[in-house]
């Protein structure tokens, strides 16, 4: 009876430990849940941006050649200068035209003494002819010599306007205003009318950003869209992260490349401040006219396992969940989920980076941040920031 009642007591005493274990071990098993930064999804009204590369062009650009052969006699400015149309940039030495000039001018003024006299001695046919005193083809032919000195002085000022305009071409001046280079060819130097490449000017008020939008884009997104719809576009230089720089489409080709099945498209940005340099390497952004409401979700919050995206949602008694996404278009930080998430849920922020589904975390709630990210193309795109 003793023994009985012995191991009953035994029995008791060891499921009472029991219970006390597993109560220590689900305790220190709270007390160890990593924590997590959580965060419901935003949902925003975007649109898609769509990117390019580009180099910057000039409106204008002149490889300056003079109109007349001669000598460099002296140049007028300093390389790299900012000029005006109209502004001398090379002075060619001006007296072998000059020589012709005065030349002209006095073989003008014996083509009118000339043309005088043969005028003269026409009307004094004509009074002859009335008397009978002179034979009709003497003064058909005084009347034909009239007509040969009028034709003679036409030609010489013909010859004088051109020999002028040699004169002047010795002054070669900037067809544009804009930017200047170097001198190619410096002073003393012959150069050829129409070869030599004196220097080169380009234009810098505003610079041209040419692009190709593929087909099915241009017709899923931007058909609708014409040179007088100014689409706004934004810009970022080379070696920046921001797109400082807004602009509009102001020119459509008028075909799709066969070859390529693209659309050349072309925006216009002002240069006022002259931070712009042809030449330069750049991307464009352009956002679809449509717009539509999407969730969003920071990138880091993204994971890759093989060919398939995820992102770990909060599920019951704060377990991680994996779940499939489609990613869409990325802003700044961000990025649009098209299918897998919905509105209500919860995700862990920073991603698989200490955890994976599953695993049950101890929940730190945070806000995802969009502060300074434009998701959509206002009317005012002042807004478009760095962010993109």
């Keep these: 009876m003793n023994k009985s009642i012995l191991a009953v007591a035994v029995t008791i005493a ?11 071990n689900q305790a220190a098993q709270q007390q160890h849940l990593q924590p997590i930064d959580v965060a419901k999804v935003l949902v925003k009204p975007v649109q898609n941006w769509h990117t390019y590369t580009t180099r910057l062009e000039a409106p204008q650009e002149v490889a300056l050649m003079p109109r007349v052969s001669g000598v460099i006699d002296k140049i ?13 940039l090379f002075t060619l030495d001006a007296r072998p035209f000059a020589a012709v000039v005065d030349s002209l001018k006095a073989q003008i003024e014996s083509a009118k003494a000339a043309l005088e ?5 026409a009307k004094r046919a004509e009074r002859l002819t009335e ?3 002179i034979s009709t083809e003497q003064a058909e032919s005084r009347k034909s010599t009239l007509r040969q000195r009028e034709a003679q002085l ?10 002028e305009l040699d004169l002047a071409f010795t002054q070669v001046r900037s067809p544009i205003d804009g930017v200047v280079s170097r001198a190619n060819i410096t002073k003393g130097n012959n150069v050829l009318a129409g070869q030599s490449v004196l220097t080169s000017i380009v234009s810098n008020q505003q610079m041209y950003a040419y692009f190709d939008i593929d ?29 400082n720089f807004n602009g509009k489409i102001n020119f459509i080709d008028n075909q799709i490349n066969q070859t390529t099945g693209t659309l050349r498209v072309r925006a216009v940005f002002e240069n006022d401040e002259q931070q712009l340099r042809a030449g330069s390497f750049a991307r464009i952004k352009l956002a679809a006219d449509k717009v539509s409401e999407k969730v969003i979700v920071p990138e880091r919050a993204i994971g890759t396992d093989l060919k ?15 779940k499939l996404v489609t990613v869409g278009e990325r802003y700044g930080s ?10 209500s849920d919860v995700i862990a922020v920073n991603g698989p980076a200490r955890v994976g589904p599953g695993m049950p975390i101890s929940p730190n709630t945070v806000t995802i941040n969009s502060d300074g990210i434009a998701f959509t193309l206002s009317n005012n795109h002042s807004d478009l920031v760095a962010k993109q």
């Design 308 to 322: 398939n995206r995820f992102v770990l949602t909060v599920g019951e008694g704060n377990v991680l969940e994996y």
């Design 215 to 243: 087909e099915r884009t241009w017709n899923q997104s931007f058909a609708d869209v014409t040179a007088q719809s100014e689409q706004a576009v934004v810009m970022q230089k080379v070696g920046e992260t921001s797109f």
């Design 14 to 24: 060891s499921l009472t430990l029991a219970g006390c274990g597993t109560e220590a």
């Design 334 to 343: 961000l990025r649009a989920i098209t299918s897998g998430l919905n509105e």
């Design 76 to 88: 007028n400015f300093k390389e790299g200068d900012s000029v005006k149309e109209g502004d001398l």
């Design 131 to 133: 008397r009978k005193a």
């Design 117 to 121: 006299q043969a005028k003269s001695e």
């Design 154 to 163: 036409l030609a010489l000022q013909a010859e004088l306007t051109a020999a």
